[in-house]
């Protein structure tokens, strides 16, 4: 690490601490030639694998605002927006890959934006999974109340029928 002050080409770490969320290390450095102080910040890098095959880095604003446009006319703000793409960051690093498939990203998105908005998430949903005919959004609706009424496949407008009720209707 040069210093920033006289481009001394090393320096000596003087001490060294983690940020609340554990994404970036500070670090206090001191020069042996100029002897003056500098903090540096590192983290990790996170790259993002396209469907080309290219490679960029990941990028936060990317994400909210490829959700904002799923959330446009909703009350979401844009604090809610940069918590969700800070919940998708940390997702993904604790996934421990240096690359990340777009498509990856795009799944990590879903759950956080479900829980946010979920016309915003049907919105999202929509388009990412290519949802083709209204049979697709009706299958999405039906998981997301299922959910949200924690059941799985249940219909609980209908009554229950009974067993002798059936066979009653069907002779």
Same mark, same amino acid.
């Given at each position: 690490m040069h210093c920033p002050f006289c481009r001394h080409p090393d320096?000596? &770490?003087?001490?060294?601490r983690t940020s609340d969320d554990g994404s970036t290390i500070r670090r206090r450095?001191?020069?042996?030639?100029?002897?003056?102080?500098?903090?540096?910040?590192?983290?990790?890098?996170l790259s993002v694998v396209k469907r080309s095959g290219a490679t960029e880095p990941f990028s936060r604003e990317k994400i909210a605002g490829? &959700?904002?446009k799923a959330c446009q006319g909703r009350p979401v703000s844009e604090d809610d927006l940069a918590l969700l793409a800070q919940k998708v960051e940390e997702t993904l690093r604790s996934a421990g890959s240096a690359e990340i498939d777009a498509y990856e990203i795009g799944l990590a998105i879903l759950g956080p934006l479900r829980e946010l908005d979920e016309v915003a998430y049907l919105r999202f949903a929509s388009v990412y999974q290519a949802f083709d005919s209204l049979?697709?959004?009706e299958a999405a609706i039906t998981v997301l109340r299922a959910e949200r009424d924690g059941t799985e496949d249940v219909d609980d407008t209908a009554e229950p029928v009974q067993p002798e009720d059936e066979a009653a209707r069907t002779s």
């Open positions: 320096s000596r &770490v003087v001490d060294s450095r001191q020069c042996p030639h100029c002897n003056r102080r500098f903090t540096t910040v590192e983290t990790a890098s490829g &959700v904002r049979e697709d959004f």
